[in-house]
């Protein structure tokens, strides 16, 4: 029976791709593009939200972006241009009519406005700011004054806020009747006669709660506020650490200023991330749409970083030249020392990075991690001792060079885990970011040791 059943069960289709931007729909709307069919256009791409169109626009070359672009014409949305990366961000608006421009830009909260006119040329600025409101204006002008990934710049300036002697009924016929409440928001905010934030409400206890309840009776119990010159970076970890949903903004006489929601604390822990994976690589800020001399100028100097090092290890190399002759083994094992170590510090570097960034390793406990990832080195280095001690009797026929390996390999990969530990801790203690260029000092120490480790090995017990 279970058999017939499941012959009879629908087959679900599913497309090449699990996002909405397929590309099936990528062909139809370039071909709505290619024939200059608005109507076409505007149907395959009313269900696509703006992060997809933002995707779409990314994906395009420069030529088909501004036909499509010239096409859709006033549907062009403000969020679009806020999940653009900045990369061709400039180059969109300057593509947009100032009509769409400006009908896109008045639909943006004020952080929207500030996170899209931060990094764009002064007249370009000016041509976004002219469109809007006065009050519009200089709020998001206020904002720009503040320090660049600040708590200022993050922030948008709409805020539900209430007096602390309110009722639940007085925030409920506040809301009713008020001509403009942001179109997202979680909490009101209490104040105090001098505008001093002093607790969070959650719409949802108001809406639970009888007219007559103060608001102050339900406040949340977990409640912080952040000063406006934070640094954006630490605003992110009080969100994601304290599982907070929005929190006010205050400026340096603690008078509420603006506020922060979840969704914009997230995506700079996003770019946090993706900003420390891309510098581990020694890529920079660079992106799939950046052009062939930008990614250039941004690889060369790693690049020639990484030159100098291999050079370093070179010349180690170099000083065991006699030994290298009277024993090619030595010079087909060495890789092998090199690359083990190398891998072995990355995995510990990696952890490190990711836990300073997290701010889980502190200074209380450095010494507890430090230790431990030199004892993992160390019991890796002697389970691959063995190893390769084994592979020396069985490959050269002797047990010698399987010893000089195998006692080079412990300690290579208890160098490797002590170093890419302790890297990462003392360019953060320099205040450096841990992410640029670990991986480079890391590679090099594995390198140097593991070289100058076996050589040295081979060239006191078997030479």
């Known amino acids: 029976m279970a058999e017939h059943e499941d012959d009879l069960a629908p087959e679900v289709e599913q497309d090449e791709d699990d996002t909405p931007l397929t590309r099936s729909l990528i062909a139809r709307i370039m071909y709505a593009v290619e024939t200059q069919d608005r109507e076409m256009l505007w149907a395959e791409m009313e269900p696509l939200h703006a992060a997809d169109i933002a995707d779409l626009l990314e994906q395009s070359n420069a030529y088909d972006r501004r036909r499509l672009i010239a096409l859709y014409g006033q549907e062009f949305d403000g969020d679009i241009l806020s999940e653009l990366d900045e990369s061709i961000r400039e180059e969109v608006i300057n593509l947009l009519t100032p009509q769409v421009l400006a009908d896109a830009v008045r639909e943006l909260d004020s952080d929207d406005v500030v996170d899209l006119v931060e990094d764009l040329e002064d007249q370009q600025q000016e041509a976004i700011l002219s469109v809007l409101e006065d009050s519009d204006r200089a709020a998001v002008e206020q904002s720009l004054t503040y320090p660049e990934y600040s708590a200022g710049r993050l922030m948008q300036r709409e805020v539900v806020m209430a007096p ?21 928001f979680y909490h009101i905010v209490l104040v105090d006669p001098r505008l001093h934030p002093v607790g969070n409400v959650t719409l949802g206890r108001i809406m639970a709660s009888r007219r007559d309840v103060p608001l102050k009776d339900i406040v949340e119990e977990t ?51 993706e900003e420390d994976i891309m510098r581990l690589a020694g890529v920079g800020e660079g992106g799939i749409n950046d052009s062939v001399i930008e990614t250039s100028k941004q690889r060369v100097p790693w690049l020639a970083v990484n030159l100098g090092t291999a050079i370093l290890a070179s010349l180690v190399i170099a000083q065991f030249e006699l030994a290298i002759a009277q024993l090619v083994a030595l010079a087909v094992l060495m890789p092998i020392v090199a690359s083990m170590g190398g891998n ?18 502190t200074g209380a406990n450095v010494w507890r991690v430090l230790r431990r990832e030199t004892l993992v080195g160390l019991i890796n280095g002697l389970i691959f001792a063995l190893v390769m001690g084994a592979v020396g009797v069985v490959w050269f026929g002797g047990p010698e060079l399987g010893y000089v390996i195998g006692a080079a390999m412990v300690i290579n990969l208890v160098v490797a885990g002590l170093a890419g530990a302790a890297i990462p801790v003392i360019m953060d203690r320099m205040g450096v970011d841990p992410a640029l260029g670990s991986g480079t000092f890391v590679t090099t120490v594995t390198d140097v040791v593991g070289f100058f480790a076996f050589l040295g090995l081979a060239t006191v017990f078997l030479i």
């Open 164 to 184: 602390e002697h309110w009722t639940v009924g007085d925030a409920i016929d506040f809301m009713r009747h008020a001509k403009e409440l942001p179109e997202q």
């Open 344 to 361: 072995a510090g990355t995995q510990s570097l990696t952890v490190a990075v990711r836990a300073l960034a997290t701010k889980d390793l």
């Open 223 to 273: 409640f912080h506020t952040i000063p406006v010159t934070r640094y954006d970076g630490d605003v992110a970890y009080m969100f994601n650490q304290y599982h907070l949903i929005s929190a006010p903004v205050v400026d340096e006489d603690g008078r509420l200023v603006g506020v922060i929601t979840i969704d914009d604390a997230m995506a700079v822990l996003d770019e946090e991330h």
